[in-house]
């Protein structure tokens, strides 16, 4: 079962009030309805490929206008082959445009939704449920990709999703798409908002849960690499150090107490970083080198024989 689905499985038990029953069902309908006409008149459909959102629209239905409906069931013709759901209403079909806001006073469907359908707080939330039980889908938290959208089909229903989503704050977005308009967000905490505030909360632990995991490995291995990168560099002076002291040591036999003591340490401990020269030195010298003091030393022989060099080549 993918993540979308396990989070719409959560959601069909939810229990809430009247007013947000409405809600939640004018959002499927917006999203996920259709208007058949035949010659009794019209019906209002509804249809899904997941059984838990199925359930949760007819039980909706029911508690809130007890009429019959007729459920019916077919197999998609794409690859994957699910099974599409689709519920026919025929009973008060003027009466469910008109009380669930699917019809404006343009009598175009599914566009517009009256602001009493969600001007309270639960309504909205209600509402952006609906939403995303009929078309909303969410990666999985074990990718790397953070991504949440809700299709619709048309550019007014994505920019209310999006108004009420950015109602709490989710930094919602609206693009076009082969199928219509997507209402979408990317930011991994905003997806996590967007489940708290839909009520998924057994959804929105497991998405956090394997977003800190995620978090936890990826800077583990930030700091590897960084361990990695910095040991490289530390050889590669290394290397470049016994270069310069074998110049400076071909051409130079009185070098300074100070300098001797960081040529022996660096021939002596050759993949050594100067901190770890730094220790070093106690055993050998009975007194610390500072990393700093053993740097300065470093810089005075890179200097002494890119001097020599320059010497020898003018010769």
Request: glycine fraction near 2%; charge should be neutral; hydrophobic fraction near 40%.
């Amino acid at each position: 079962m993918s993540f979308s689905s396990e989070i719409k499985t959560e959601l069909q038990s939810i229990k809430q009030a009247e007013c947000c029953n409405r809600a939640e069902l004018s959002a499927l309908l917006h999203i996920g309805g259709s208007i058949e006409k035949n010659s009794q008149g019209l019906n209002l459909v509804f249809q899904s490929t997941n059984n838990a959102v199925i359930r949760r629209f007819m039980i909706l239905l029911k508690s809130l206008y007890d009429i019959d409906l007729t459920l019916l069931k077919k197999q998609s013709q794409k690859l994957r082959k699910h099974d599409i759901f689709i519920v026919k209403i025929s009973e008060k079909v003027d009466y469910l445009l008109t009380d669930l806001s699917l019809i404006n006073e343009s009598a175009i469907f599914f566009q517009d939704v009256d602001a009493r359908i969600i001007e309270e707080e639960c309504d909205k939330r209600a509402y952006l449920r609906g939403a995303f039980l009929a078309t909303g889908s969410i990666n999985s938290p074990e990718t790397s990709a953070y991504h949440m959208e809700i299709q619709a089909f048309s550019e007014v229903q994505a920019e209310v999703i999006k108004d009420l989503a950015n109602h709490f704050d989710l930094n919602a977005r609206v693009t076009k798409n082969k199928r219509g308009y997507i209402a979408y967000m990317k930011e991994a905490e905003k997806i996590a908002d967007f489940l708290r505030v839909i009520g998924a909360s057994n959804s929105l632990f497991e998405f956090e849960d394997s977003r800190i995991k995620r978090d936890f490995k990826n800077s583990i291995n930030r700091v590897i690499n960084c361990d990695l990168a910095n040991e490289k560099k530390a050889l590669d002076a290394a290397i470049k150090q016994l270069e310069q002291i074998e110049i400076i040591e071909k051409y130079h036999k009185n070098l300074s107490k100070s300098m001797t003591e960081a040529i022996f340490l660096r021939k002596t401990y050759q993949d050594a970083t100067l901190i770890e020269l730094s220790y070093a030195s106690i055993e050998h010298f009975g007194k610390q080198i500072s990393k700093s003091a053993l740097n300065h030393r470093f810089r005075a022989i890179k200097d002494l024989a890119n001097q020599t060099i320059i010497e020898e080549n003018l010769k």
